[in-house]
Protein backbone atom coordinates (compact mmCIF):
# COMPACT_ATOMS: atom_id res chain seq x y z
CA UNK A 1 0.00 0.00 0.00
CA UNK A 2 1.19 3.57 -0.88
CA UNK A 3 1.24 6.55 1.48
CA UNK A 4 2.33 9.83 1.40
CA UNK A 5 3.08 12.02 4.52
CA UNK A 6 3.52 15.57 4.85
CA UNK A 7 4.94 17.95 7.23
CA UNK A 8 5.25 21.86 8.32
CA UNK A 9 5.82 24.41 10.44
CA UNK A 10 7.64 22.43 13.06
CA UNK A 11 10.71 25.08 13.55
CA UNK A 12 11.49 28.39 15.08
CA UNK A 13 13.92 31.39 15.02
CA UNK A 14 16.37 29.31 16.96
CA UNK A 15 16.39 26.60 13.91
CA UNK A 16 17.48 23.93 16.91
CA UNK A 17 15.98 21.67 14.09
CA UNK A 18 14.52 22.19 10.60
CA UNK A 19 11.46 20.53 9.26
CA UNK A 20 13.67 18.65 6.56
CA UNK A 21 15.63 17.19 9.81
CA UNK A 22 12.10 16.03 11.34
CA UNK A 23 10.63 14.99 7.88
CA UNK A 24 14.20 12.35 7.38
CA UNK A 25 13.48 11.11 11.31
CA UNK A 26 9.94 10.06 10.48
CA UNK A 27 11.08 8.03 6.96
CA UNK A 28 13.74 6.13 9.55
CA UNK A 29 10.84 5.55 11.72
CA UNK A 30 8.82 3.93 9.02
CA UNK A 31 11.48 2.45 7.51
CA UNK A 32 12.61 1.10 10.87
CA UNK A 33 8.84 -0.62 10.75
CA UNK A 34 9.59 -1.67 6.92
CA UNK A 35 8.13 0.64 4.87
CA UNK A 36 10.02 1.73 1.34
CA UNK A 37 11.05 5.37 0.68
CA UNK A 38 10.13 5.96 -2.73
CA UNK A 39 12.61 7.96 -4.94
CA UNK A 40 12.89 10.27 -1.35
CA UNK A 41 11.62 13.35 0.52
CA UNK A 42 10.70 16.22 -1.42
CA UNK A 43 10.88 19.69 -0.41
CA UNK A 44 8.01 22.19 -1.48
CA UNK A 45 8.12 25.79 -1.59
CA UNK A 46 4.87 27.63 -0.66
CA UNK A 47 4.06 31.55 -1.11
CA UNK A 48 6.29 34.02 0.34
CA UNK A 49 3.53 36.23 1.56
CA UNK A 50 3.75 39.13 4.34
CA UNK A 51 -0.07 37.71 5.53
CA UNK A 52 1.67 34.38 6.35
CA UNK A 53 3.84 33.60 9.47
CA UNK A 54 6.76 30.96 8.46
CA UNK A 55 10.21 30.75 10.04
CA UNK A 56 13.09 31.21 7.02
CA UNK A 57 11.49 29.51 3.53
CA UNK A 58 7.54 28.55 3.75
CA UNK A 59 8.53 25.44 2.66
CA UNK A 60 6.57 21.61 3.29
CA UNK A 61 8.22 18.35 3.49
CA UNK A 62 6.67 15.44 1.56
CA UNK A 63 7.42 11.44 1.40
CA UNK A 64 6.23 8.49 -0.80
CA UNK A 65 6.35 5.28 1.02
CA UNK A 66 5.20 1.65 0.09
CA UNK A 67 3.67 -1.01 3.25
CA UNK A 68 3.37 -4.15 2.52
CA UNK A 69 0.12 -4.39 4.61
CA UNK A 70 -1.97 -1.71 5.04
CA UNK A 71 -1.81 0.03 8.20
CA UNK A 72 -4.99 2.31 8.58
CA UNK A 73 -4.43 6.15 8.87
CA UNK A 74 -5.12 6.28 12.81
CA UNK A 75 -2.27 3.78 12.85
CA UNK A 76 0.01 5.63 10.97
CA UNK A 77 -0.95 8.93 12.88
CA UNK A 78 0.49 6.72 15.78
CA UNK A 79 3.19 6.16 14.49
CA UNK A 80 4.05 9.30 12.98
CA UNK A 81 3.09 11.73 15.75
CA UNK A 82 5.18 11.03 18.40
CA UNK A 83 8.07 11.58 16.49
CA UNK A 84 6.50 15.08 15.69
CA UNK A 85 6.00 15.76 18.88
CA UNK A 86 9.39 14.77 20.07
CA UNK A 87 10.97 16.63 17.88
CA UNK A 88 9.50 20.12 16.64
CA UNK A 89 10.43 23.40 18.12
CA UNK A 90 8.47 24.57 21.54
CA UNK A 91 6.86 28.02 19.28
CA UNK A 92 5.98 26.63 16.28
CA UNK A 93 2.84 25.28 14.70
CA UNK A 94 3.06 22.07 13.21
CA UNK A 95 0.54 20.29 10.63
CA UNK A 96 0.59 16.42 9.90
CA UNK A 97 -1.02 15.11 6.97
CA UNK A 98 -1.44 11.57 5.79
CA UNK A 99 -2.91 10.85 2.38
CA UNK A 100 -3.88 7.10 0.72
CA UNK A 101 -4.44 7.51 -2.91
CA UNK A 102 -7.95 6.97 -3.93
CA UNK A 103 -10.34 8.16 -6.78
CA UNK A 104 -9.07 10.38 -8.94
CA UNK A 105 -11.39 12.98 -8.51
CA UNK A 106 -9.73 13.17 -4.65
CA UNK A 107 -6.16 13.23 -6.28
CA UNK A 108 -7.70 16.55 -8.70
CA UNK A 109 -8.88 18.40 -5.89
CA UNK A 110 -5.94 17.80 -3.57
CA UNK A 111 -3.51 18.91 -6.40
CA UNK A 112 -5.44 21.99 -6.91
CA UNK A 113 -5.01 22.85 -3.06
CA UNK A 114 -1.45 22.96 -3.69
CA UNK A 115 -1.61 24.97 -6.37
CA UNK A 116 -3.57 27.40 -4.79
CA UNK A 117 -0.96 27.42 -2.01
CA UNK A 118 1.77 28.71 -4.14
CA UNK A 119 -0.21 31.63 -5.15
CA UNK A 120 -3.13 32.50 -2.58
CA UNK A 121 -2.86 33.05 1.30
CA UNK A 122 -4.96 30.57 2.62
CA UNK A 123 -6.14 29.29 5.98
CA UNK A 124 -6.71 26.22 7.98
CA UNK A 125 -10.40 26.27 7.07
CA UNK A 126 -9.58 25.82 3.48
CA UNK A 127 -7.44 23.18 4.27
CA UNK A 128 -9.85 20.94 6.27
CA UNK A 129 -12.72 21.83 3.14
CA UNK A 130 -10.16 20.65 0.84
CA UNK A 131 -9.62 17.71 2.82
CA UNK A 132 -13.18 16.86 3.91
CA UNK A 133 -14.15 15.13 0.65
CA UNK A 134 -10.85 12.80 0.69
CA UNK A 135 -11.80 9.94 3.10
CA UNK A 136 -8.58 8.76 2.56
CA UNK A 137 -6.60 11.66 3.86
CA UNK A 138 -5.93 12.46 7.59
CA UNK A 139 -5.24 15.73 8.64
CA UNK A 140 -3.93 16.99 12.14
CA UNK A 141 -2.47 20.02 13.65
CA UNK A 142 0.31 19.15 16.36
CA UNK A 143 0.58 22.20 18.30
CA UNK A 144 0.64 25.84 18.60
CA UNK A 145 -1.47 27.55 16.38
CA UNK A 146 -1.97 24.50 14.05
CA UNK A 147 -1.42 26.61 11.01
CA UNK A 148 0.90 23.67 9.53
CA UNK A 149 -1.70 21.67 8.12
CA UNK A 150 -2.01 24.20 5.52
CA UNK A 151 0.86 23.47 4.11
CA UNK A 152 1.10 19.74 4.94
CA UNK A 153 -2.07 19.12 2.92
CA UNK A 154 -0.40 21.46 -0.05
CA UNK A 155 2.45 19.68 0.11
CA UNK A 156 0.65 16.33 -0.52
CA UNK A 157 -1.22 17.71 -3.37
CA UNK A 158 2.05 18.91 -4.75
CA UNK A 159 4.13 15.79 -4.51
CA UNK A 160 1.47 13.82 -6.13
CA UNK A 161 1.05 16.22 -9.08
CA UNK A 162 4.31 14.89 -9.82
CA UNK A 163 6.15 18.29 -10.63
CA UNK A 164 7.24 20.13 -8.02
CA UNK A 165 9.49 20.06 -5.58
CA UNK A 166 13.65 19.02 -4.63
CA UNK A 167 14.90 15.82 -3.41
CA UNK A 168 16.36 16.31 0.17
CA UNK A 169 19.87 15.51 0.01
CA UNK A 170 23.29 16.53 -1.61
CA UNK A 171 23.90 14.66 -5.00
CA UNK A 172 27.00 14.10 -7.53
CA UNK A 173 29.32 15.41 -4.85
CA UNK A 174 31.58 12.59 -6.14
CA UNK A 175 31.78 13.77 -9.74
CA UNK A 176 32.46 17.64 -8.40
CA UNK A 177 35.15 19.60 -9.96
CA UNK A 178 35.20 17.39 -13.08
CA UNK A 179 33.81 17.78 -16.49
CA UNK A 180 31.15 14.71 -17.90
CA UNK A 181 28.97 14.33 -20.19
CA UNK A 182 24.95 14.76 -19.17
CA UNK A 183 25.08 10.98 -19.92
CA UNK A 184 27.04 9.93 -17.16
CA UNK A 185 25.98 12.51 -14.53
CA UNK A 186 22.31 11.15 -15.73
CA UNK A 187 23.04 7.41 -15.03
CA UNK A 188 25.18 8.16 -11.64
CA UNK A 189 22.23 10.18 -10.28
CA UNK A 190 19.66 8.24 -11.73
CA UNK A 191 18.50 11.08 -13.46
CA UNK A 192 15.63 11.36 -16.25
CA UNK A 193 17.24 14.33 -18.17
CA UNK A 194 19.31 17.66 -17.32
CA UNK A 195 17.38 20.76 -18.24
CA UNK A 196 18.68 23.79 -19.29
CA UNK A 197 17.23 27.34 -18.17
CA UNK A 198 14.67 27.01 -21.20
CA UNK A 199 13.10 23.77 -19.79
CA UNK A 200 14.58 21.58 -22.53
CA UNK A 201 16.61 18.53 -21.78
CA UNK A 202 20.53 18.58 -22.67
CA UNK A 203 21.76 16.40 -25.63
CA UNK A 204 23.44 12.73 -23.65
CA UNK A 205 26.52 14.10 -25.16
CA UNK A 206 26.55 17.27 -24.08
CA UNK A 207 29.44 18.46 -21.17
CA UNK A 208 28.63 19.49 -17.97
CA UNK A 209 30.31 20.79 -14.97
CA UNK A 210 29.58 19.59 -11.45
CA UNK A 211 30.92 22.56 -9.33
CA UNK A 212 30.41 21.55 -5.85
CA UNK A 213 26.72 19.19 -5.78
CA UNK A 214 23.11 19.43 -7.56
CA UNK A 215 19.82 19.41 -6.46
CA UNK A 216 17.18 17.06 -8.33
CA UNK A 217 13.91 18.09 -8.57
CA UNK A 218 10.71 16.44 -9.21
CA UNK A 219 9.37 17.88 -13.08
CA UNK A 220 6.59 16.14 -14.98
CA UNK A 221 7.04 12.87 -13.53
CA UNK A 222 10.88 13.18 -14.18
CA UNK A 223 13.97 12.91 -11.82
CA UNK A 224 16.01 16.45 -13.55
CA UNK A 225 18.67 18.67 -12.37
CA UNK A 226 18.75 21.68 -13.92
CA UNK A 227 21.65 24.07 -15.26
CA UNK A 228 22.11 26.88 -12.58
CA UNK A 229 24.81 28.93 -15.14
CA UNK A 230 27.32 28.38 -18.09
CA UNK A 231 30.90 28.72 -17.17
CA UNK A 232 32.99 29.06 -20.03
CA UNK A 233 30.22 27.85 -22.57
CA UNK A 234 29.69 24.67 -20.37
CA UNK A 235 26.53 24.17 -18.39
CA UNK A 236 27.24 24.08 -14.99
CA UNK A 237 25.04 22.19 -12.05
CA UNK A 238 25.80 23.55 -8.91
CA UNK A 239 24.56 23.91 -5.40
CA UNK A 240 24.38 27.69 -5.84
CA UNK A 241 20.88 29.83 -6.82
CA UNK A 242 22.71 32.78 -6.14
CA UNK A 243 25.92 34.91 -5.90
CA UNK A 244 26.75 37.63 -3.50
CA UNK A 245 29.54 39.31 -1.57
CA UNK A 246 30.05 38.50 1.92
CA UNK A 247 27.92 40.48 4.31
CA UNK A 248 29.68 43.53 6.49
CA UNK A 249 27.20 42.36 9.63
CA UNK A 250 28.38 41.27 12.56
CA UNK A 251 25.23 38.88 13.77
CA UNK A 252 25.73 36.53 10.68
CA UNK A 253 25.17 33.01 11.98
CA UNK A 254 25.18 29.97 9.80
CA UNK A 255 22.12 28.15 9.23
CA UNK A 256 22.27 24.94 10.90
CA UNK A 257 20.60 22.97 8.62
CA UNK A 258 21.99 22.68 4.89
CA UNK A 259 19.52 21.52 2.73
CA UNK A 260 18.33 25.32 3.50
CA UNK A 261 21.17 26.89 2.09
CA UNK A 262 21.73 28.85 -1.25
CA UNK A 263 24.80 29.56 -1.45
CA UNK A 264 28.31 27.81 -1.71
CA UNK A 265 29.97 31.02 -1.34
CA UNK A 266 30.57 30.41 3.02
CA UNK A 267 28.94 33.73 4.72
CA UNK A 268 26.30 35.46 2.74
CA UNK A 269 22.96 36.63 3.80
CA UNK A 270 21.52 34.17 1.62
CA UNK A 271 23.07 31.46 4.00
CA UNK A 272 22.30 33.23 7.69
CA UNK A 273 20.11 31.86 9.89
CA UNK A 274 18.53 35.16 10.48
CA UNK A 275 17.26 35.70 6.71
CA UNK A 276 13.42 35.21 5.89
CA UNK A 277 12.69 34.70 2.18
CA UNK A 278 10.18 37.04 0.87
CA UNK A 279 8.57 37.16 -2.89
CA UNK A 280 11.21 39.46 -4.01
CA UNK A 281 14.36 38.34 -1.97
CA UNK A 282 14.44 38.27 2.11
CA UNK A 283 14.55 40.37 5.37
CA UNK A 284 16.62 40.25 8.44
CA UNK A 285 14.53 38.83 10.85
CA UNK A 286 17.57 40.23 13.75
CA UNK A 287 16.53 43.84 13.05
CA UNK A 288 19.58 44.20 10.31
CA UNK A 289 22.12 44.10 13.36
CA UNK A 290 19.48 45.99 15.95
Not at 25 to 35: E, S
Not at 100 to 120: C, D, H, M, S, V
Not at 153 to 158: F, K, N
Not at 201 to 213: F, H
Request: a neutral charge.
Amino acid sequence: MQVYICIDDTDDISKHTSTGAIAQKVAQALQRRGAVLEEGITRHQLLLHPDIPYTSHNSAMCMALEFQDSPSLPALYDLVAPVILAAYAPGASPGLAIYRPGTRQNIQRLIRFGYRAKREVLSKADAYAAAADCKTVLLRELGGSGLGVIGALAGIGLRISRCDGTFRGKYGQDLAGRTVTADIVCRALHLHQILDGNGQALPASAEVIIEDYTKIALIAGKRCSIVSHVQGGTPVLSSICMRESPPVCPWYQEDNDEEEMCSGDGKVCANCLFRRWTATGYDCVRGAGG
